[in-house]
Each structure stands twice: as structure tokens, then as C-alpha cells.
């Protein structure tokens, strides 16, 4: 039974990881579980053993279409 996935349900790894902008997220979640102290949120983001995820959202450019012109 070597093969068991173990899945984190913490609500505050979730919610950090599921967050596009990390130090607006973090900043949220120390006022919300941590009474505004990031020293707090940073030991137990290090005792949980928390590692980022590289949610790197890519741009990309679309270029302009022409306007329709209707003739009447």
C-alpha cells in the first residue's frame, strides 16, 4: 500500500496556491488567519513545507480587427 496520494486539504495552501497575484494573496491571508502578522504566515508556510507553484499566466497580444463598416 505504497501507493497512496495523500492530498493536502489546508485552506490557506489552497487558497495561496489558487491566487495569481502571491503577495496580494499572502498580505490577505495573514490579515484573515494570522491577525495581520506575515512573520506568522511565513513560519507555518516553513513548517508546512510549502512549495510555490509557478502559476505563470502568459499575455498574449491579439491584434485589432478592422471595424465593419455598414453602407446604408
Known amino acids: 500500500m505504497n ?3 495523500y492530498t493536502n486539504n489546508d485552506p490557506i495552501l489552497m487558497e495561496l496556491d489558487s491566487s495569481v497575484d502571491k503577495d496580494s494573496a499572502m498580505k490577505m491571508i495573514a490579515f484573515k ?3 495581520s502578522d506575515m ?3 511565513e513560519d507555518y508556510l516553513h513548517d508546512s513545507q510549502y512549495k510555490p507553484h509557478d502559476n505563470h499566466f502568459e499575455l ?3 491584434e ?3 471595424q465593419l463598416e455598414f453602407l446604408f
Do not use: D, E, H, V
Open 3 to 5: 501507493n497512496l496520494a
Open 33 to 35: 488567519y494570522f491577525n
Open 39 to 41: 512573520n506568522l504566515l
Open 60 to 62: 498574449k497580444k491579439i
Open 64 to 66: 485589432p480587427k478592422t
